[in-house]
């Protein structure tokens, strides 16, 4: 489940500045900007709840908020700021929680990966 997950996580991420370029040019609606927000969070949600990184505070809380304030921008609650430099800096908050995730996830970090990594070797 993880592992597709990863990959679908790595399908978003190099997807969206192609998206972002060509997305004003569509003249797509507020719903559409949104449900990419919903799209966004529930996969780093699913990213952070199935590996190790779920179980740290630091990790979570920077995940939450970027997701709060990218949610926050969306809103307008931000104004005068430009949009797209909240929801930039709300988004590049979710992507730093992952990296921080990932590197959480290393072999010697956690019981979890250590496991996974003798079960690799016997496999």
């Given at each position: 489940m993880l592992a597709c997950a990863a990959a679908w996580c790595g399908v978003?991420?190099?997807l969206t500045p192609f998206f972002v370029a060509v997305a004003p040019a569509l003249a797509l609606s507020e719903g559409i900007e949104r449900a990419v927000w919903?799209?966004?969070?529930?996969l780093g949600a699913v990213m952070l709840?199935?590996?190790?990184?779920?179980?740290?505070?630091?990790?979570?809380?920077?995940?939450?908020?970027g997701a709060a304030f990218w949610s926050a921008s969306l809103a307008g609650w931000l104004e005068p700021l430009p949009e797209t430099v909240t929801s930039a800096t709300?988004?590049?908050a979710l992507a730093g929680a992952l990296v921080m995730g990932a590197r959480i996830?290393?072999?010697?970090?956690?019981?979890?990966?250590?496991?996974?990594?003798?079960?690799?070797?016997?496999?």
């Open positions: 978003h991420c190099a919903v799209g966004t969070v529930l709840v199935l590996g190790p990184a779920g179980r740290n505070a630091a990790v979570i809380l920077t995940f939450a908020a709300g988004s590049l996830c290393q072999a010697g970090a956690c019981a979890e990966c250590d496991d996974e990594e003798h079960a690799d070797r016997r496999g």
